[in-house]
């Protein structure tokens, strides 16, 4: 599975919007990206998915450029109950089972 | 519908020991993975069970095992605790639909081995 990179930390101020940015250079025909959100002691929490172009939900919206080798999540206007750590997974779509292998993830800090 | 329950929520063990964690999945949810969050590590897959059979396994050694039940719940076994085995524990389980699974996560059980 291709090897994700994101930031390791991002701080915003409450209303921001915010754009994380996920490398997956070598992603295959077959893989899809996905994102999850971590708060302390809690289990991840799936937020969107997408293959190409424009992904958006009640929560974030995902861009993925033509070649799929990069992907932004966007938060719009963050809370400080988005205060958590961001995780870009490329998933195979189909077989194989679920084993996920999550990075370092992004730890995004929301203030007043 | 419920959603991922583990159970315990916390446990205490000391070097040596064994113990036994515990996931019930969500309603129709065939597939249960368990994956080991520690602050070096961060999170990494242990195995992941489908009907009842393990389809797949991360790189940790034989002390770790686990089963699926024929209702989809699971447990996860750890032997001859070692204080590196300090973590939580998280389960996972998805419909398996086979396209680009969304996994929902439990609350996961922290382990803590003195």
Redesign the interface.
């Known amino acids: 599975l291709a090897k994700t990179t994101q930031p390791i930390s991002m701080d915003s101020y409450e209303g921001q919007e915010v754009n994380i940015t996920c490398s997956h250079n070598n992603i295959a025909t077959n893989d ?1 990206i ?1 994102w999850y959100q971590q708060f302390p ?6 937020i969107i ?1 997408g ?1 190409k172009t424009k992904v958006t939900n009640e929560v974030a919206s995902l861009f993925i450029p033509a070649d799929r080798k990069s992907s932004t999540l966007s938060l719009p206007r963050v809370s400080l109950s988005d205060t958590a750590v961001y ?1 870009c997974l490329v ?15 992004t730890q995004l800090k929301v203030e007043l | 519908k419920a959603g991922v329950t583990q159970t315990p929520r916390y446990l205490i063990k000391t070097r040596g020991q064994q113990v036994t964690l515990s996931c019930s999945p969500i309603s129709g949810h065939r597939s249960v993975s368990w994956y080991q969050q520690t602050p070096g590590q961060g999170l990494q897959f242990l195995f992941e069970y489908f009907s009842e059979t393990q389809r797949n396994k991360g790189n940790f050694p034989g002390r770790f095992s686990g089963r699926q039940f024929s209702n989809s719940r699971s447990e996860m076994n750890v032997s001859t605790l070692e204080l590196g085995d300090s973590a939580l524990y998280l389960c996972a389980s998805s419909s398996d639909t086979g396209v680009g699974e969304k996994l929902f996560f439990g609350s996961g059980t922290q382990l803590s081995v003195l």
């Open positions: 899809y996905t002691s809690q289990g991840p929490r799936f998915q293959y995780y998933v195979l779509a189909g077989g194989g089972g679920n084993k996920l292998t999550f990075g370092t993830g």
